[in-house]
Structures are given as structure tokens and as C-alpha cells.
């Protein structure tokens, strides 16, 4: 058999994930790791190849990747990385940013197809899984809407897109963004009601965030508080704590949340579709949907298909290792 040959682009959280990740899909292999940082990530992983970001004749020449696999922050690395990387091989990333996927899908396009390339978009599983929840609760109960909530707990979620934007706000050392849901806006959902939510009424952040020293704690609350797309439509909390105490109190990645659609079928009798994630660990449940889509990235080049592709466009037989014979006998 064949390995699809993986290159991992960044070596952070996810980038960790993925290459444990790999080494639960016996039909691929890490071939190497590009990184801004190579001998940071080098002294980490001295049996792993590891080569600059920026030398790309070098990496295509030395890793020879059939998918590379975009792990860095959708604020500031993968609207540059995404449309550069698909120039020079099949990618895919978690762009994570709802509000402007349409924009970013629009860049990838036009990239990957001007190479010949496929590259999978805004995979993981928000967007990504309930992405798919969502749109099949609507073609299930027509005229549905349909809603994700996420940080269901008392200590909520953390979201790595949201700790990312803090980390790249000029003054702030390190930090973490807990999301959690509203419950009375998860009941008026499942009662029925079909609310028109804003974004603020499904959710509030809770930020925990490490000054550098002599940063301004004004300026840094209002940077957080005002960044469109990511706190500006919510209910904010913002705590400045110790490194100390942000690595004793707040470790750990945990990340769950639910999608529902609501609705009536035909005879007007109501009607609701529920799918849930529990992830222990959410760098780790980002990088295993990555890789599963960088196995369908590779079955789609392989077909001479070109061009940018989310979760919604890829049959899911394409995601698994399992025959056709197999999903007919043990998986239907």
C-alpha cells in the first residue's frame, strides 16, 4: 500500500495532534515538519526531519508531500499560508473565522485551481462537523433552523482560534479564551421557538490573559474587546492573571458543544435533530478531523480534481480507510 505522505505546517497544539494523529492511520506518513521556529521544533523532535517554512524548494524537494496540513492561527497565518502553500501542494487547514470563509474560500479557489491543486478548507468540527449537523438538519426538517453552542459545562470550552487572537494582541505574553453557552438560549432552541439569535445571545467569553511586563491593561482590554468576528459581538470578561496561575488553573484543552436544528415535518409535528462533541482534548479532536480530510485531499487530487473544497463538498467514504464492501456490511 501506497502512504499518503503528510507534511505538518507549524508545530504548536494541533500540529502536535496531527502527528500523533498520523501515527494512528496506517495508510499515511509524517515525511516532514516545516515550522517558522525549525530548531525550537527540532530540539523537540530530533528523529523527525524539520526544515524552514520559508525554504520551499528545499521542503518540496526533500519531504516531497502529497498533503500538506496548515496548523497555524486564523487571525494572522492562514489567511497568508493558506493561498501560498496551495500554490505548491494539496492542503488542508481549520480556518475558523465563520464570518469570512466565504472570502477565504474565494482566495483558496483561485490558488489551488491556478496550480492544479486541491485544498480543503475550514475542516475541524466547528466549522467543519456541525457544519455538516447543520446543513443536513435543514435538508432533514425543511425550513429548520439551525443552531451550534458550544462550552456546555460550568467551565466551559476552550477555543484555540480565540486563545490564538488573544496571543497575537501586542502586549500579551500568553492566554486562553473559554467559551461558554447560555443555557436559556439552548432551552428556548429545543422548546421550539426557532429564535433570530445574534451572536452575543448564544454565548460569552471568558478571557484569562498574561501581560507582558510594562504592557498597558487599558489598552489590552480595549484591543480585546473591540476585535470584530471574535469578541466585539459578545459579552466579554477579561481577567489578567499570572503565568503561574494561568498554567495551574487553567491547563487543559477541553472543548465540547451541540448542534440542533428544530422544526415541524409534513404533518406539522415538531421535530429536532441534536448531534454533540465531547472532546477532551480539542488541539488533539482538530487534528484527527485534519488528517481524516488530508486523506480525502489525497483521493480528490487523485481523481485531478483542483480547487478549494469544505467538509460539505466530500463524500464521507472519502474521510475512512474502509472498502466500500465494509461501509455496506458493518457501517450502514
Known amino acids: 500500500m501506497k502512504k499518503i505522505r503528510v507534511m505538518i505546517v507549524g508545530y504548536g497544539n494541533v500540529g502536535r495532534g496531527v502527528r500523533l494523529s498520523l ?26 526531519p524539520v526544515m524552514a517554512i520559508s525554504d520551499v524548494e528545499g521542503w518540496k524537494k526533500a519531504f516531497r508531500p502529497d498533503v500538506a496540513i496548515l496548523c497555524g492561527g486564523s487571525k494572522n497565518d492562514l489567511p497568508q499560508q493558506g493561498p501560498e502553500f496551495a500554490k505548491y501542494v494539496n492542503t488542508v487547514d481549520s480556518f475558523d473565522n465563520h464570518s469570512r470563509i466565504p472570502e477565504y474560500f474565494a482566495d483558496i479557489d483561485a490558488a489551488a485551481k491556478a496550480a492544479g491543486h486541491v485544498s480543503v478548507i475550514s475542516t475541524g468540527w466547528d466549522p467543519g462537523i456541525f457544519s455538516l449537523e447543520r446543513v443536513l438538519g435543514g435538508a432533514f426538517i425543511p425550513g429548520a433552523r439551525a443552531y451550534g453552542f458550544y462550552g456546555l459545562g460550568e467551565k466551559g470550552g476552550l477555543s484555540m482560534g480565540h486563545s490564538d487572537a488573544l496571543r497575537t494582541i501586542p502586549g500579551v505574553k500568553d492566554a486562553r479564551q473559554f467559551t461558554h453557552a447560555i443555557p436559556e438560549a439552548i432551552e428556548r432552541v ?117 480547487g478549494a473544497f469544505t467538509i460539505l463538498d466530500i463524500p464521507p467514504a472519502y474521510f475512512t480507510t474502509l472498502s466500500r464492501e465494509e461501509l455496506l456490511k458493518h457501517w450502514m
Not at 23 to 47: C, H, W, Y
Not at 218 to 239: C, D, H, Q, R
Not at 284 to 296: D, K, Q
Request: hydrophobic share 35%.
Open 23 to 48: 501515527g494512528k492511520n496506517p495508510d499515511m506518513e509524517l515525511v516532514g515538519i516545516v515550522s517558522r521556529s525549525p530548531e525550537r521544533v527540532g530540539k523537540e523532535l530530533p528523529d523527525v
Open 190 to 306: 429545543r422548546r421550539g421557538e426557532n429564535p433570530a439569535f445574534e451572536p452575543g445571545d448564544m454565548h460569552t467569553r471568558e478571557c484569562f490573559v498574561v501581560l507582558e511586563e510594562g504592557a498597558d491593561r487599558e489598552a489590552v482590554t480595549k484591543t480585546i474587546l473591540s476585535m470584530p468576528g471574535y469578541f466585539a459581538p459578545y459579552k466579554t470578561t477579561v481577567n489578567f492573571v499570572s503565568q503561574q496561575e494561568l498554567d495551574e488553573k487553567y491547563k487543559g484543552f477541553p472543548h465540547d458543544g451541540l448542534a440542533i436544528a428544530v422544526g415541524e415535518t409534513g404533518g406539522r409535528h415538531a421535530a429536532r435533530v441534536e448531534y454533540r462533541c465531547i472532546w477532551g482534548s480539542n488541539p488533539e479532536a482538530t487534528a484527527n478531523v485534519l488528517v481524516a480530510h488530508a486523506r480525502a485531499a489525497a483521493r480528490l487530487a487523485g481523481e485531478n480534481r483542483s
